[in-house]
């Protein structure tokens, strides 16, 4: 095959798995709907408000019933979910091209794996939940850092001034809306603003930022857990939707409150306590797939990014990429979503990498004789029967949320095929 053929080739992949995601979701929760486009039970977890007292999760909710005269509840969370999502995939790219990284196999990979765009798009899952807005907000910060390594001096404070108010602003909304963003968006945030402190050492505030960002995000984390709701607080919430929502979310039930609402005022025990199910009904034998299987595809993303700019020495790229990993996963040992988790999880530090690449700091010797070994082994990751097994680990299998059922561990492309005849039948109609 000529190499323009091949070039040809690669581009017209690429452009598959990244568009036809997208398309997927904008005729599935833009089209019919009068039908539910996801889990009733998922829908509600952003219905979560303050009509009862102040309780944790409840901003976004609050903010959806204030509107809901303007627009129907449902419609306003398939609006916010779409979006949200599409938001995502553009910064996603944008910040790709804009690190000029030019590497197709990083980004087919990083599209693929389990939790990423293609299956997010393709079957509807991980950016329904509130994850996908920490996404958004971690994507705009990456972009704003990437923004301030290709400026002048001059120009790069700005870009600092900004980066540093979007943390100390937009951070406990974050907190508000899901009290879980200290463990998953927030070491990444604060590991973020370090490093832009640690190549700016002559901006003082940084400091300061740094020690108030952390103490306001922590705080607003032990206020949401000291007002974690109770079974009245639940029902006044879920009474405070309207009778038509309520009636859709849950036709047999309308009168008791649904999913998260209900579990609203569940304690640290009872969330603990669902850890045990992964064991108990067998899932923990999917995790040991999923896990493993995308944890490998971000040391081949990291293995090619780390070796980009230099193939002998060892630099601080892969401590940086690893601090970024490990600190975001505490959630897989308070909650029983592993799913949810790991996409989220693969999702944030695919982007942190991408930004590493203009990292000065991610760039300076290492001296570590431990990371140093382990790049050591992640350079002979960078293989392309690694590359072909991660393509098509992606192209075969779906990683579920939460609750495992062994049937659907295959891509569903019966029903990404009915999905898109579905959703341009009535389109076709009108």
């Not at 973020?192 to 960002?213: C, H, R, S, T």
């Not at 060892?314 to 040992?333: E, K, N, P």
Request: aromatic share 16%.
């Amino acid at each position: 095959m000529s190499s323009r053929k091949y070039a040809l080739l690669k581009f017209t992949f690429l452009a598959f798995i990244l568009e036809a995601p997208l398309l997927i979701a904008y005729l599935w929760m833009m089209g019919n709907v009068s039908q539910a486009r996801f889990n009733p039970r998922q829908m509600s977890e952003w219905l979560i408000n303050y009509q009862g007292g102040f309780v944790r999760r409840g901003l976004v909710g609050e903010i959806i019933l204030k509107i809901s005269s303007v627009f129907p509840i449902t419609t306003s969370i398939y609006a916010i979910v779409f979006w949200a999502f599409a938001a995502y995939v553009a910064l996603f790219l944008v910040i790709y091209l804009k690190a000029r990284i030019q590497d197709w196999s990083v980004l087919a990979v990083a599209i693929l794996l389990q939790g990423g765009i293609f299956h997010m798009g393709s079957g509807g899952i991980f950016y329904i939940r509130k994850e996908g807005i920490f996404l958004v907000f971690f994507s705009i910060l990456c972009l704003i850092y990437l923004n301030i390594q290709a400026n002048s001096l001059r120009r790069r404070s700005i870009w600092i001034g900004l980066l540093t108010f979007l943390l100390l602003t937009i951070s406990p909304l974050m907190v508000l809306m899901h009290e879980a963003y200290l463990f998953m968006g927030f070491p990444a945030a604060f590991l973020l603003l370090w490093i832009v402190q640690k190549e700016n050492p002559d901006l003082g505030y940084l400091k300061k930022a740094l020690i108030f960002l952390a103490l306001e995000v922590v705080g607003l984390f032990v206020l949401c857990s000291m007002f974690h709701g109770d079974a009245l607080q639940s029902q006044a919430i879920w009474d405070a939707l309207p009778f038509q929502d309520r009636l859709f979310l849950s036709p047999t039930a309308p009168y008791t409150p649904l999913g998260p609402i209900d579990s609203v005022a569940w304690s640290l025990g009872q969330h603990l306590a669902t850890i045990y199910g992964i064991f108990s009904t067998g899932g923990i034998f999917v995790w040991i797939l999923f896990i493993p299987a995308n944890g490998l595809a971000l040391m081949y993303v990291l293995s090619r990014l780390e070796t980009a700019k230099t193939s002998t020495a060892y630099v601080q790229f892969t401590r940086l990429a690893l601090i970024g990993l490990l600190s975001a996963s505490a959630m897989f040992f308070i909650a029983s979503d592993w799913g949810r988790w790991l996409a989220y999880l693969s999702n944030q530090t695919v982007l942190l990498m991408f930004i590493l690449t203009q990292s000065q700091l991610a760039h300076s010797p290492e001296k570590n004789q431990a990371l140093i070994s382990i790049g050591r082994v992640l350079r002979y990751l960078n293989k392309s029967w690694i590359l072909y097994l991660l393509i098509a680990y992606g192209l075969l299998f779906q990683m579920q949320e939460c609750c495992v059922d062994y049937r659907h561990n295959l891509f569903p492309y019966d029903g990404y095929f009915q999905i898109l005849v579905e959703s341009l039948g009535i389109y076709w109609h009108f």
